[in-house]
């Protein structure tokens, strides 16, 4: 088709000329929601990234001789897909963006459409795994699966507490998927499944009565998740109408964001979850957390820390490619600039990008045992 | 049944908090003829108003509540002021966009003022009481008396005092209101300050068994406008069963039907009650 | 309402300015920013039929367009059915379904019909969001293809896309003028003017209602196909209220029962919340009020607005006793 | 008989508005209906043309049972109405009001619309010309282009006669079609109401102007409290005790 | 007691009332006459609160009053019975008389007698006191209209077509009782169609057209004015 712009190969020109300034200047676009219901989220990933660019800048990186440094061009699509698409056809023409971070399934997808075309690398921040593995060649995706939490979190929950499980994930998809994948697996290390239903955080007001139901079944471990402050809610009113066993808590969920909301670990006793952030031994950790709490005034969840990292590794990718422009070439250096992450900045540990684009990450899993959090091992 | 007693109640809970909220939302329909979208942020100002009152000058709960309702009462008698009261002459369809934009914009300066994320409400009313086998925090049944005698309050002011009367006159006829002497502009002031003053009590009673957050008002005011419609628009009487048609319908349903589709029941329920009762449950006469 | 000269004038300028724009600006970006103003006009359209001129306002529309949407995905993704085919059948699909729920609805009235056709958009948006076999739930529809071929000419790249789209919106232009300029539009005017009227004058208003709920059923499902070929990922926010409400906005900011209403509605709201986006996060706490004010200044749109305007300098002009219009009340 | 109403009744809630009430119009005369007020008049008028349904009784129009037709079905047999308080479409002109009058006669449908067929372009042609002869025949052919809202009561009241008129109707029924006019213009709607009546239209009105009725009408009936106290020309209602003692009063030339 | 001066009343640019002036002294009984559109009405409304003049002077008791809002003109003594009676439909019609004394709500025995007075006045409310206002005849409304301006016990009353869409026996029952009022103390001020009727109790008239006053004078004036009787009277 002839009609289609190359609009990448304007771009370099533009480039240059955008570093105007007398510097040489990288746009990293993000398209997520900054607005309505979910801007919380956006917020946390914006964090994470401002600071890793903030840091980067102070010294610029070299690639080709030149020192360039970073500009985020953040949008606000508001969940919605045809949004999502609208704002990377702009970052890719105005900014000429190499990369474009986007944090929900339904923009990655709307992005996959049209990114090979016009060759920009999209950085998904969703565990969704059907966006790797359609085949798509610029995109990486950043969060860790949670087949992973699988294993442990049933071998935890069904030794101290039992083999009845009552699963009330949240209607996400993820959430779903979650479910999905747990559930067989529940019952495939000799468990049982009592109930089965799934929270709205978007539209229900009170748990109360989903979990009024659940209870009526003697569940011994609840399956709960969803964004940590109204999945505390639940385990809170879980302990409420009398619960005495143990949660499973998805990991979108993080422990310590639920301890803040109601004070303490007390009702969380027994629960099992991915590790927070601030309590995990990466080595970057420690530096992270510090940085972030100065600068934002409270503790970083796992989105930000992701997106910290993330910034590291493309620019160590940009230098390995000797290219901050061509997302192909980028894309092809991702390994490298995975592997050349400098210790200090690792706040979490990705040894690997598979070949369609997903970080495969360690990931690590915490209980809440005598109201303290505690590390348990992953084999 | 011990369950359908449990769950008796946690509709009762929850239909409480939704009446409140509707009858505000009524109560500005009467007068104004429009359906007041921006009303879901005015609840999620007195949540938070409540929760800042708390958490940052350390109020006691009930002072807490009190300040807020004042807040929210004074920033929807603004939002009359210079919105709805201007735009009184022109389509109605113009107000509900305005009560659009005025809700995108307190969302946004909520988000500005207080950040985008869930914080927690505290209550002195933690306690969990158990009585035969049921269920309650002291939080719980809170919501229900204060939300029945606030009903109870409200009834008495706009059916005894000529105050009370003079709203319910000018959502019948306007001008016939003037003809008696009323004053126009407080009546409308006194409406909206009143539904003000009922979303906030609504989002802070409810606010410590869930969350404040800025887009805490969407979930509810979705609701209230089906139950105003359930009730028949304007009708006290109406917001009031309608509230708790859809709370009990909510918590029974979602023990006896289905818990992800118990949203979808609330709302097929409407279409199913207007199908037969075009105008409502509560609608008066013919035409 | 506004002279039909103006509008026609109004309407041949943009016409020309659209047509020519791909060869001015080889900006991707803004053709893409085009082209979907050009679907949301279209379902615009559909929204000022039932809205604008039988003076029932649906909240159902972007459910009707999601409906479209979600049946051209549906056929073409999961039935393997040709693009043109399908969007066909996504179309015929709308239609009916616009027609089963009319007949129910339009027994309300008023702001009954509103919030009732609120709750038929909402459970729309549910069904979708819920029947995760069928439509792929919050994951959302991948893969849907390009319009097909038509004769010698391809529809993939972005440039033909847009004309396509335009070629559309031209069409939904000329059908709703001479929708509006006919018998039947009449008949809708007389039904927004006084329904009890229209009755007693032999006017069958559940009939004609009901046709003009259906048409703006049939624009919302031919915008939602459209949109589903363009954007060629569907979620269910897509039939969310968020959506309606967009739309709406769109029509009121233009002008209701205007003709070129949706056109300057749709493109002023789109340009405007674009332009604000360097705002991010605290894009709203201006666009919010620049809405109000848009309603307090010009509330019955902008065209409504200019033809005021008109209005009062050709009588400054000539100081008649002619009085002039009360303001439109309960369209 | 032409317009046939049998044992009609309509209740709202406890009260009886209409309580079986017979009553026969024949071709080409003009009828009255008076009473005081809340007698059932206007009820009455509602019921006939399906703006209600009658909680029993039969009305028949023609021969044919018209009791639960729909409004505008009875329209299109030749039933046209006014409304007590000027109805009128406010936010058109005189003109595009009375043109709409005309739509039952037509068939355009959408098709026809979108592709202005023929039909449509005929139609629309015929509607405008009707148009134009019933504003000649009520005579405010020099207020075509007035804006409804701006127009005086009388003259509101002729565009509610052409309004019927454009339907093309056999019957008419005006509810109180001199309500608020002076005597003068009173006159001239007489003028009008015979004019129109000599054109073949059947008329029916409700009206309070006793003087008005007695000159106009070939027979009045009279309903109180819903139900039908007397039947019969002007002279037998003048001298009807009931009547006298229900409606006229002392001084029956007020 | 009510004096206007040069006032004129417009909807956009068209002038509904022009320059005029009215007098209307304590006790009387003044009556305006004029056909549809007058601008009888408009006149009302403006000295009522619920449009501005744009021209003249409204002075009730030595007081300037256009300007004032609607109720204030209340509280001032002045109180309309709208043309189309603007009730409260669905409020019962004792709710909607008891409104009418909205501006005496403080002092409940005022209100006690005056509804009394009312009833006494008008005895088929009483019997239907409990229905909705809106459910009842024309006429019927029409007693609660006048009722509810009653209970305010304004010094002057402004009664716009009482006696419009009523049936003859009611009209003089309307017209005796509009007497009866003004016997008991209040001026009045009507605008009437009826102009026989009106100016049977009127002690004068004013004859409105097109926005003009273009005859005045006492009521026997006006009956033996050939063009007043031609126009209005009709015989
Ligand atoms: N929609 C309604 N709902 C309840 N009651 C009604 C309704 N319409 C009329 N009524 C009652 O029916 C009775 C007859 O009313 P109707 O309007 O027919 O009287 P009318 O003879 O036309 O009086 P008028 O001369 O005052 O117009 C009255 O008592 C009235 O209150
Ligand atoms: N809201 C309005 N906008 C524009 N013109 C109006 C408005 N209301 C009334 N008019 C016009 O002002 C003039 C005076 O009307 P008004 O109602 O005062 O007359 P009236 O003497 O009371 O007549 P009626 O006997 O019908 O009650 C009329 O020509 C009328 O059309
Ligand atoms: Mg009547
Ligand atoms: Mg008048």
């Known amino acids: 088709d002839s009609t289609s712009q190359p609009s990448t190969s304007e771009g370099k020109t533009e480039t240059e000329n955008s570093a105007d300034l007398g510097e040489n200047v990288v746009n990293i676009g993000f398209s997520g929601p900054l607005s309505g219901s979910a801007a919380y989220y956006g917020e946390k990933i914006l964090n994470g990234m401002e600071l890793a660019i903030e840091e980067i800048n102070q010294e610029g990186f070299e690639v080709n001789g030149k020192t360039y440094k970073l500009n985020l061009v953040a949008l606000d699509d508001k969940y919605l897909p045809n949004e999502t698409a609208a704002n990377a056809k702009r970052l890719v023409e105005q900014y000429h963006t190499p990369i474009i971070f986007t944090p929900h399934s339904g923009g990655v997808y709307a992005l996959q459409v049209f990114n090979e075309q016009d060759k920009f690398l999209i950085g998904a921040y969703t565990s969704e795994p059907s966006v790797t593995e359609k085949g798509n060649s610029l995109t990486i995706r950043i969060p860790p699966s949670y087949h992973g939490y699988l294993e442990p979190f049933t071998t935890y929950a069904m030794e101290k507490f039992g083999t009845k499980l009552a699963a009330i994930p949240p209607v996400t998809q993820y959430g779903q998927d979650w479910a999905k994948a747990l559930i067989p697996f529940w019952e495939e290390k000799g468990g049982e499944v009592v109930y089965e239903s799934s929270v709205d955080f978007a539209k229900d007001t009170d748990f109360f009565t989903i979990l009024t139901n659940a209870l009526k079944k003697n569940p011994d471990v609840l399956f709960i998740g969803g964004p940590s402050e109204p999945t505390a809610k639940v385990a809170k009113q879980a302990r409420e109408l009398g619960f005495k066993g143990g949660f499973i808590v998805m990991d979108q969920a993080k422990l310590d964001e639920m301890q803040r909301l109601t004070g303490s670990y007390e009702f969380l006793e027994g629960s099992i979850g991915t590790m927070p952030i601030i309590y995990a031994d990466y080595p970057g950790v420690a530096e992270f957390v510090d940085k972030y709490r100065k600068k934002y005034g409270k503790d970083p969840g796992s989105e930000s820390g992701y997106h910290y990292l993330t910034m590291y590794v493309l620019v160590e990718a940009m230098k390995a490619a000797e290219n901050v422009e061509d997302a192909e070439a980028i894309r092809k250096h991702i390994q490298d600039g995975l592997d050349a992450i400098p210790e200090e900045k690792k706040v979490y540990v990705i040894p690997r990008v598979d070949e369609n684009g997903a970080f495969k990450t360690n990931v690590r899993v915490g209980a809440v045992e005598n109201g303290e959090i505690i590390g348990i091992k992953v084999n | 049944m011990e369950t359908l007693v449990q769950q008796l109640f946690n509709g009762l809970t929850i239909g409480s908090v939704y009446a409140l909220v509707a009858l505000g939302l009524t109560l500005v329909y009467g007068i104004l003829h429009v359906p007041n979208f921006a009303h879901g942020a005015i609840y999620m100002i007195g949540g938070y108003v409540t929760l800042s009152m708390m958490i940052y000058l350390g109020l006691p709960y009930w002072l807490a509540i009190i300040v807020s309702v004042v807040v929210a009462g004074f920033v929807s008698v603004l939002m009359e002021r210079l919105v709805f009261h201007p735009l009184r002459k022109s389509l109605s369809i113009n107000s509900m966009i305005a009560a659009i934009g005025l809700l995108l914009f307190l969302e946004a300066l909520a988000q500005l003022l207080w950040g985008p994320d869930f914080r927690q409400m505290p209550t002195p009313y933690n306690q969990v009481v158990n009585i035969a086998g049921l269920t309650f925090t002291v939080q719980r049944i809170l919501i229900i008396v204060a939300a029945i005698v606030v009903m109870i309050l409200l009834y008495i002011f706009l059916k005894k005092t000529f105050i009370g009367r003079s709203i319910i006159a000018m959502s019948q006829n306007r001008e016939g209101a003037f003809l008696v002497g009323i004053n126009s502009n407080k009546v409308a002031m006194l409406t909206f300050f009143i539904a003000g003053m009922l979303a906030a009590i609504a989002a802070s009673l409810t606010s410590p068994i869930n969350l404040v957050f800025p887009g805490m008002g969407h979930l509810v005011i979705l609701k209230a406008f089906v139950i105003i419609i359930l009730g028949g628009m304007g009708s006290i009487p109406g917001a009031i069963v309608g509230g708790y048609i859809i709370g009990f319908s909510e918590s029974i349903g979602a023990t006896y039907i289905s818990s992800d589709y118990k949203d979808i029941i609330a709302f097929v329920l409407l279409i199913i009650i207007l199908t037969i009762k075009p105008n409502g449950i509560f609608a008066k006469g013919e035409r | ?331 | 008989m032409y317009l046939v109403v049998e044992k009609l009744s309509k209740q709202f809630g406890g009260i009886l508005a209409v309580q079986n009430v017979d009553f026969t119009i024949e071709k080409g005369k003009i009828n009255a209906i008076i009473g005081p007020n809340g007698a059932g008049k206007s009820t009455f008028f509602n019921l006939i043309s399906g703006v209600y349904k009658p909680t029993s009784g039969r009305i028949l129009f023609k021969g044919k049972d018209i009791t639960r037709l729909p409004a505008n079905k009875i329209a299109e047999l030749g039933v046209a109405r006014t409304f007590q308080t000027t109805h009128l479409f406010e936010n058109s002109s005189v003109f595009e009001n009375v043109v709409v009058g005309h739509r039952l006669r037509t068939k355009s449908n959408l098709f026809d619309a979108i592709f202005r067929t023929k039909r449509e372009i005929m139609e629309e042609e015929q509607a405008k010309e009707k148009a134009l002869e019933v504003l000649q025949f009520v005579g405010l052919t020099r207020l075509a282009d007035r804006k409804v809202a701006n127009i005086s009561q009388e003259e509101k009241k002729r565009v509610a006669f052409a309004l019927a008129l454009a339907t093309e109707p056999e019957i008419v029924f005006l509810d109180e079609p001199t309500a608020g006019i002076n005597p003068d213009e009173t006159e001239g709607l007489s003028e009008l109401i015979i004019k129109m009546a000599r054109q073949g239209i059947t008329i029916c009105l409700i009206e309070h102007k006793i003087k008005m009725i007695m000159s106009l009408a070939d027979k009045i009936m009279v309903l109180n409290y819903g139900e039908k106290i007397a039947e019969g020309t002007p002279e037998e209602i003048n001298r009807n005790e009931k009547v006298i003692k229900a409606y006229l009063g002392g001084s029956a030339s007020a | 007691m009510l004096e206007l001066r040069n006032v004129t009343v417009k909807y956009g640019h068209y002038a509904a009332v022009n320059q005029v002036n009215i007098q209307v002294f304590k006790g009387e009984i003044a009556v305006l006459l004029g056909s549809n559109g007058a601008g009888k009405s408009t006149l009302f409304r403006t000295i009522s609160g619920l449009m501005k003049p744009a021209r003249g002077e409204i002075i009730f008791e030595g007081e300037q009053i256009s300007g004032k809002s609607p109720e204030r003109v209340v509280e001032d003594g002045i109180v309309q019975c709208a043309e189309d009676r603007k009730l409260f439909p669905q409020m019962s019609v004792q709710e909607n008389l008891m409104m009418g004394a909205y501006i005496h709500r403080k002092n409940k025995k005022i209100i006690k007698e005056s509804l009394e007075e009312v009833y006494n006045l008008f005895p088929i409310l009483y019997s239907k006191r409990n229905e909705a206002a809106g459910s009842l005849s024309g006429g019927q409304q029409q007693m609660v209209a006048i009722g509810r301006a009653l209970m305010a016990k304004p010094k002057l009353m402004l009664l716009d077509e009482p006696s419009i869409g009523l049936a003859p026996l009611i009209v003089e029952k309307m017209f005796e009782s509009i007497q009866q009022i003004n016997r008991e103390g209040m001026t009045i001020l009507l605008a009437e169609q009826n102009a026989y009727a009106a100016l049977n109790i009127a002690d004068k008239g004013y004859v409105f057209e097109n926005g003009n006053i273009v005859v005045q004078g006492t009521s026997k004036e006006l009956f033996s004015n050939e063009e007043v009787r031609k126009a209005y009277i009709g015989a």
């Open chain 3, 1 to 331: 309402m506004i002279a039909k000269p103006t509008q026609k004038y109004i309407i041949f300028a943009l016409i020309l300015v659209a047509v020519l724009f791909p060869l001015i600006s080889q900006n991707n970006y803004f053709i893409h920013i085009l082209t979907l103003s050009y679907i949301w006009m279209i379902a615009v359209y559909g929204l000022n039929i039932v809205a604008g001129y039988t003076g029932y306002l649906s909240f159902s529309h972007a459910g009707f367009f999601a409906i479209g949407a979600y049946a051209q995905g549906l056929l073409t993704v999961k039935a393997g059915i040709a693009f043109w085919i399908a969007f066909a059948l996504a179309l015929i699909i709308t239609t009916s379904l616009g027609f089963l729920v009319g007949l129910i609805s339009l027994r309300t009235k008023e702001h009954f019909f509103a919030i009732y056709t609120l709750c038929v958009g909402y459970v729309i948006y549910l069904l979708i969001d819920k029947w995760d076999s069928l439509t792929e739930g919050v994951r959302g529809l991948m893969g849907i293809p390009n319009p097909g071929n038509i004769g010698p000419l391809s529809f993939t790249s972005a440039t033909a896309k847009y004309y396509l789209i335009l070629a559309f919106l031209l069409l939904t232009i000329l059908v709703n003028y001479r929708i509006v300029n006919s018998l039947i539009g009449r008949t809708f005017i007389a039904i927004r003017n006084s329904e009890q009227l229209a009755l007693s004058l032999g006017i069958s208003t559940t009939r004609n209602k009901l046709l003009a709920f259906v048409l703006s059923a049939f624009f919302a499902g031919l915008a939602g196909a459209l949109y589903a070929g363009f954007i060629r990922f569907l979620g269910p926010e897509i039939g969310s209220i968020t959506i309606t409400f967009d739309l709406l906005i769109y029509l009121i900011v233009g002008g209701i029962g205007t003709l070129s209403g949706p056109i300057v509605g749709t493109l002023l709201i789109v340009l405007l919340s674009q332009n604000l986006q360097f705002l991010e996060e605290y894009r709203m706490l201006i666009f919010g009020p620049i809405l109000v004010l848009l309603i307090l200044f010009s509330p019955r749109g902008l065209v409504g607005f200019i033809s005021d305007w008109k209005l009062k300098i050709r009588e400054g002009k000539s100081v008649s006793t002619e009085r002039p219009a009360k303001i439109e009340k309960g369209a």
